[in-house]
């Protein structure tokens, strides 16, 4: 609060007609002050305007009692002219000095109603006070801002007050949120469209931090504020958005529109996925060798994974990733420094493909997968059926990747189950089967070591970096044996269910008690759960050498970065310079 300091007279006038108002605060310790200066204009105005608002609300106590609201300025033709004068007087205050600005600041907005006339003059008059040199006029003009917001001229306060937010005094923040949210509970709709211009049209600055204010503010607000219409505008201005975005931007927009009531249906969650399709450019070919386009598949699909349900499938994403991306897989360029990015790929599809639905390339995605399986497991080595195997002879078994894609042909699988049948020729089949033999004999080998170290190991033993690269390690191994004893039937069966070594474990009712198996041990120590950010959250990946497993581990977080950026552009488009300073 400015310490301004009005004649006495006003604050007698307004304590005796408004003795609990917070009209003007202070009253008493101003009239105790005193006040001596040349510029008593706007101050002698505000106490001619009280006077009459004094005698007005004494009229209407008389006749309605003490409950009507405090009333506007009698501006009847007789005394129209000498209030208008007196108005702008109050309006001249804003060239005085700071008590004169901070009077201003305050009583503009109450006065306002009063002088429709004088409307504009008021707001403009009370912009240039939200951008004095005086941080303290700042916040006050800012504090009494939200008394402007009602009909017509909701939508440009607003305005204003998202541009306010490119402030970088903390506490005039709060204060822009603090208005921000006031004025959504007159109205959210036209407060939105007043961030949505902005955030459109506005500089860089202004545009994050609304997109921000939107991200963290619109979930703390009631639903009878949120309605069905608003969500409905915040989905289709957000579209609108989503054409020229950020990574970050892209992250958030996500956030706002997935907490959306309206977007939490069968159909809500359908519209979310066609729109980060889109924005995934699934229709393209996907250039391995170009990071922005690498990095904008793997953020869109982080956040689309969330929204897969039997109900909304992620057909069109696994598509995509089996037609256009495997096949260039090892020419893929991360777009992240430590990064996995075979590895990550990979996660992402077996992620996804428990929500494949039934479609006409089902049986070509298989193929690709059958392909891609094969490159990861090695034909055996000779002299591997005696054990007599030179060690540098010995290929390399890739764990890691090849969980991700058994898991997916196993998942893809089930829908054609016929596929090793009838789809495979007898030499390829031949072939898969001894190669999933060798394999499966490394894993026994790995398995066995794995839980003779973990034995009898709890708790604190099991925090251990060592003992954490194990659990992991034995996870995996697990998961591979599950998976190829299945494709080992005759027929393949596709019965088994597992729990990818990266997620945590779906607890389930079980009818009967069964003995842990080694897998389980010291489960609860390692696992973590997946934020539904797409942020990664710490992964254990265990890619060990043939004949020992390995102890390096590589953990890694895989970050959001503002990046896709294409020239001067936000990246996932082109967006022309917008103008600099005030726009309202």
Not at 369 to 384: N, Q, R, S
Not at 422 to 443: M, S
Request: proline share 5%; hydrophobic share 35%; charged share 25%.
């Amino acid at each position: 609060m400015c310490a301004c300091s009005p004649p006495g007279v006003t604050a007698v006038y307004v304590s005796a007609a408004f003795p609990r108002s917070d009209f003007l605060p202070n009253y008493e310790a101003w009239t105790r002050e005193g006040y001596e200066s040349p510029h008593v204009g706007p101050f002698v105005a505000v106490n001619r305007l009280f006077i009459v608002l004094l005698s007005t609300e004494r009229r209407r106590r008389g006749q309605m009692g003490n409950t009507a609201a405090p009333p506007c300025v009698d501006t009847g033709r007789s005394s129209s002219c000498k209030h208008r004068n007196a108005y702008q007087m109050i309006l001249n205050g804003v060239k005085g000095g700071p008590k004169e600005k901070c009077l201003a600041a305050q009583f503009i907005p109450k006065f306002f109603r009063c002088f429709p006339e004088l409307a504009d003059a008021a707001l403009n008059t009370q912009l240039d006070l939200c951008e004095d040199e005086d941080v303290s006029i700042r916040r006050q003009a800012i504090k009494e801002l939200p008394q402007f917001a009602a009909g017509e001229n909701l939508p440009r306060v607003a305005d204003i007050l998202t541009q306010l937010l490119q402030t970088d005094d903390a506490a005039e923040f709060n204060q822009v949120n603090g208005a921000l949210l006031s004025i959504f509970k007159t109205d959210a709709k036209g407060t939105l469209g007043g961030l949505f211009t902005q955030i459109l049209q506005g500089e860089d600055i202004v545009r994050e931090r609304a997109i921000k204010f939107l991200s963290s503010k619109l979930k703390t607000l009631p639903e009878d504020i949120i309605t069905k219409e608003a969500e409905d505008y915040i989905f289709t201005e957000s579209k609108k958005v989503l054409e020229d975005v950020t990574g970050e931007e892209f992250v958030l927009l996500m956030q706002i529109l997935s907490g959306l009531k309206s977007l939490k249906t069968v159909s809500g969650r359908q519209q979310l996925v066609e729109l980060v399709a889109d924005q995934a450019f699934l229709d393209q070919t996907l250039d391995p060798s170009d990071t922005d386009s690498v990095d904008r598949l793997l953020q869109c699909t982080r956040q689309v994974l969330p929204l897969f349900s039997k109900n909304v499938h992620s057909t069109r994403f696994v598509t995509h990733f089996c037609c256009n991306v495997l096949p260039s897989l090892s020419m893929l360029t991360s777009p992240v420094a430590d990064l996995d990015i075979q590895l990550e790929v990979l996660k992402l599809l077996a992620e996804m493909s428990p929500f494949c639905g039934d479609h006409d390339k089902l049986e070509s995605n298989l193929m690709i997968l059958f392909g891609k399986l094969l490159e990861y497991m090695p034909v055996p080595p000779e002299g591997a059926d005696n054990g007599n195997v030179a060690v540098d002879k010995e290929p390399k078994l890739q764990f890691s990747c090849v969980e991700c894609l058994l898991f997916s042909f196993h998942q893809l699988g089930k829908k054609k189950p016929d596929f090793l049948i009838h789809k495979v020729n007898t030499e390829q089949l031949k072939d898969f089967k001894i190669r999933l033999q060798y394999f499966a004999r490394g894993l026994q080998v790995y398995i066995r070591q794995l839980r003779a170290d973990l034995q009898g190991k709890t708790g604190d033993a099991l925090k251990t970096e060592e003992n954490k690269i194990k659990v992991v390690a034995l996870k995996i191994t697990n998961n591979i044996s599950v998976l190829i004893k299945d494709l080992f039937h005759n027929p393949p069966s596709y019965k088994s269910s597992i729990c990818l070594s990266w997620k945590p474990v779906q607890k389930t009712e079980a009818t009967g008690q069964k003995r842990p198996s080694g897998e389980e041990i010291g489960a609860g120590a390692e696992m973590k759960t997946r934020s539904a950010l797409p942020k990664r959250d710490a992964q254990q990946i265990y890619n060990p050498p043939s004949g020992k497993y390995s102890a390096t581990i590589s953990n890694f977080r895989f970050e959001e970065h503002g990046g896709f950026h294409r020239g001067r552009g936000r990246g996932w488009g082109f967006q022309g310079n917008r103008g600099r300073g005030r726009t309202y």
